[in-house]
Every structure is written in C-alpha cells, then in structure tokens.
C-alpha cells in the first residue's frame, strides 16, 4: 500500500520561499514518476511539476517555470517543491501524486496515490 504525505506548508508573503516535502511509503519509490499539483478554492486541480523516478527528468506548467523546482531524494523516499518568488495566485492547496512506472506527465488521471494536500497561502 503507498502512502504519502505532505508537509511544508504555510503562510508566506509574496516573493517568498517554500519548500514542500511528500514523504512516500511503500513498493519501491524509484519506479514511480512523482508529481505535485495544487487546486485553489473555487477552480480545478491543475498540474505544477512532475519529476521521473530516477530524477533524471523534469516537467514544469508554464505558470511556474523558473520560480520552483521539483527534486527528490530516493535514499529518503522523499520529494520536494521548492517555491520561490510566491506570488498570491500561487496560493492553493498543494498535492503530491504517484505514477507507477508511467511516462512523465501533467495528466491528474494518471497518477495512481495521492496525497491529503498541505495548504499555502501567499499574502501580497
């Protein structure tokens, strides 16, 4: 059974910085493609990043392109967003998602686990 978790979130004001972390449980983590997405109250989930299993390739929405980066430690289990230079239209409730052994994707109904979310709110 996979698990994963999400912390790191919180309140920050704009052009700050956020690191995320999703803590995975279960079969092996390297053979699953990891993704966050985040879903702002009133609109759809929509992608932000997704990063392959062994780390070697990366997929960003244009909307955060520059400003975060998706890393993952395969040692910890672990992996991250780092967010910087928030912006209030980044405030959303943040998920990590698994894809096992997929192709890297923006895609929500390819993910097989997913998450509760961990809640960032960026004040102007």
């Known amino acids: 059974q996979v698990q994963l978790e999400e912390s790191g979130g919180g309140l920050v004001q704009a052009g700050g910085s956020l690191r995320l972390s999703c803590a995975y449980s279960?079969?092996?983590?390297?053979?699953?493609?990891m993704g966050w997405f985040r879903q702002a109250p009133g609109k759809e989930r929509e992608f932000v990043a997704a990063?392959?299993?062994?780390?070697?390739?990366?997929y960003y929405a244009d909307s955060v392109k520059g400003r975060f980066t998706i890393s993952r430690d395969n040692a910890k289990n672990t992996v991250y967003l780092q967010m910087n230079n928030l912006k209030p239209e980044d405030t959303a409730v943040y998920y990590c998602?698994?894809?096992?052994?997929?192709?890297?994707?923006?895609?929500?109904?390819?993910?097989?686990?997913w998450g509760q979310g961990t809640q960032v709110t960026v004040s102007s």
């Open positions: 279960g079969r092996t983590f390297s053979r699953y493609n």
């Open positions: 998602a698994a894809d096992y052994l997929g192709v890297l994707t923006a895609a929500s109904s390819e993910y097989d686990y």
């Open positions: 990063i392959a299993g062994s780390g070697s390739s990366t």
